[in-house]
């Protein structure tokens, strides 16, 4: 499916503010409401709409730690990236799992409630995950900017 | 700070997914009566612990086809203003996430391009211009996954 500029127009104003009614959607990127919601049903059929998620604060919960660990692998064995990975994703604390392509192989976001917590965390989970060569810490001081938007 | 039941985590899960949910569906999925359901998404809400909606968009398929993790390191020479600096790097649309963050770098961004060539001129023209902006590493996203967090 072929995206133009009125669907572009569309999903600028949506994802500005995804809380909007259809109605004041319509409105602001200047359509019918009817022509909205066609333009929008169609973008999540074909799958340019995945989703709408609800961002959780983890400080509103208690965790006050937040820390990006950049992991290097050990990649002389094959499966090190699935193994890894399937053992990150057991550890209730990490939130985010990326892979990249770079110095670093691996990015895991994971939350704590305080110093103390994360550091038992560490021990117990982190440095016991198989395959790691390398792990650099980077400690959340403060969030600038979080939108995710896209540059439509 | 608010504590939690485990009907609060189950919504809470479900919002995380899918926060387009309508409170009669959630109530209907998780066994509760509408208005129970609405007032403690209403409850969650005032807490901040729901902070909000965020867009999932098919990056891919809207024509940017490259993401790709930055560390920089602020120049050490002179005395760089932060404030400056995070109001001009969080200006850049293709920036879509800034955190200052502690340990080898002292910002992290995210940013998104239509593909490689694209990015380096975000790159170049954008970033490395910025005159507080020191060493850069970039890392290349290849996948991505979030996990529920310690809600589950």
């Known amino acids: 499916m072929q995206v133009d500029d009125q669907d572009r127009r569309l999903l600028r104003q949506y994802q500005a503010d995804p809380s909007l009614s259809a109605a004041a959607l319509a409105e602001r990127a200047g359509m019918t409401r009817a022509s909205a919601w066609r333009r929008l049903e169609r973008m999540q059929a074909a799958g340019i709409i995945t989703g709408l998620r609800g961002v959780i604060d983890w400080r509103a919960l208690g965790y006050g730690v937040e820390v990006s660990l950049r992991l290097t692998l050990d990649k002389s064995q094959a499966s090190a990236f699935d193994t890894v990975i399937a053992r990150a994703r057991d550890i209730p604390e990490v939130i985010e799992i990326q892979t990249f392509l770079g110095r670093v192989d691996l990015r895991l976001s994971v939350i704590a409630r305080d110093m103390h917590h994360y550091q038992e965390l560490y021990k117990t989970r982190i440095l016991t995950l198989p395959h790691i060569a390398e792990i650099e810490a980077l400690m959340q001081v403060a969030t600038i900017k979080q939108d995710e938007s896209l540059p439509l | ?152």
């Open chain 2, 1 to 152: 700070m608010i504590d939690l039941d485990d009907t609060d985590r189950a919504l809470l899960r479900a919002l995380a997914q899918d926060a387009g949910q309508s409170a009669g569906a959630l109530a209907r999925r998780l066994g509760l009566s509408q208005p129970t359901a609405w007032r403690r998404i209403r409850r969650l809400e005032a807490a901040g612990v729901l902070a909000g909606r965020q867009l999932e968009l098919d990056a891919a398929r809207l024509g940017f086809g490259v993401t790709v993790f930055l560390g920089i390191k602020l120049a050490a020479r002179g005395r760089v203003s932060l404030e400056d600096f995070e109001r001009a790097i969080t200006a850049i649309p293709e920036v879509q996430q800034v955190h200052h963050v502690l340990g080898r770098y002292d910002y992290r961004l995210r940013v998104v391009a239509r593909d490689l060539p694209d990015f380096e001129r975000v790159l170049r023209r954008r970033i490395m211009t910025l005159p507080a902006v020191g060493e850069v590493e970039a890392n290349v996203l290849l996948s991505e996954e979030r996990l529920p967090g310690p809600i589950g």
